[in-house]
């Protein structure tokens, strides 16, 4: 009855839910090449570590920026194959408060959990209305379902956390033709590959205010080959241009420490190769 009601009271006060959901990607390292996680230049002031969690299970990891409601990056590894898509989108329970449930959860789910609004919930993070009539922008998930395999899989990367608002061209074409065309070609051969997909805020929101924009969205991989060897690649596109950059890992890591204002960006573990 106290636990029930420590519960009612701190659902009641959104803002005591502003803890992190993580400190740190502990429990979901398997994501990045030897446990190494791109260095702290991307991190947002007001970060989130988010071990994406569906059903019990973990399959990709997300930094999230709270203030501008959307990932800086999700890191995963490149397992395409068969499944289904979600019919539905999900939100992060623990962004709204750390006391909440681990799995992400439909809106009105976590509404009818915790006797809360949808106003609590879109505090600190992005809520389906946010992205009702956007104009040249769609939902492009980081993560994207066609790069992981089985429902669960696949249905976890529908989550606003993974999500960006990204140009309505370059969505449909030039970066889903890379998504899915080019990474198809490049992992040929790859026994495992990890992949680390983010956006570089911009300066402008969708036109309620709350969504950032980004300015550019890229992805890197490292690829393991037989005897020890990695191969490794990278893409960049402009937000407002429907047209993708193929890159080196080092040429995709010099570009980011540029719109990084000239601080040194890293991503994968030095053992990737950067030429």
């Known amino acids: 009855m106290l636990g029930l009601l420590l519960l009612q009271v701190l659902a009641s006060c959104p803002w005591l839910g502003h803890s992190e959901v993580v400190t740190s990607f502990e429990d979901c390292s398997q994501y990045f090449y030897e446990a190494t996680t791109p260095n702290d230049i991307l991190r947002p002031s007001n970060a989130a570590w988010i071990c994406q969690r569906y059903r019990n299970q973990y399959h990709y ?6 203030d501008g409601r959307i ?74 379902s066609g790069q992981k395999t089985g429902d669960d899989s696949k249905w976890a990367t529908f989550t606003l956390t993974n999500t960006v608002p990204l140009n309505s061209r370059l969505h449909q074409e030039g970066w889903r033709d890379y998504m899915e065309k080019t990474m198809a070609q490049k992992t040929q051969g790859c026994d495992t ?24 969205i890229w992805s890197a991989a490292c690829c393991l080959l037989g005897n020890n060897h990695t191969r490794a690649w990278g893409a960049i596109a402009d937000n407002e241009r429907n047209h993708v950059e193929h890159v080196t890992l080092g040429q995709l890591e010099n570009w980011l420490t540029n719109l990084y204002k000239g601080r040194m960006v890293t991503l994968f573990n030095n053992d990737c190769p950067r030429q």
Not at 61 to 66: I, N
Not at 196 to 201: D, F, S
């Open 193 to 216: 590959t990890y992949v680390i997909t983010g956006a570089v805020p911009g300066n402008t929101t969708i036109p309620n205010g709350r969504v950032n924009v980004p300015k550019n």
């Open 71 to 144: 990932p800086v990056y999700s890191a995963y590894i490149y397992q395409p194959g068969p499944g289904s898509n979600s019919p539905v989108w999900f939100v992060e329970p623990q962004l709204i408060n750390q006391i909440y449930g681990k799995d992400m959860d439909t809106e009105a789910s976590i509404e009818d959990e915790y006797s809360i609004k949808l106003e609590q919930i879109g505090q600190n993070q992005a809520t389906n209305e946010d992205y009702n009539n956007l104009q040249n922008l769609e939902k492009c998930p980081l993560a994207p």
């Open 61 to 66: 990891a997300t930094l999230y920026d709270r």
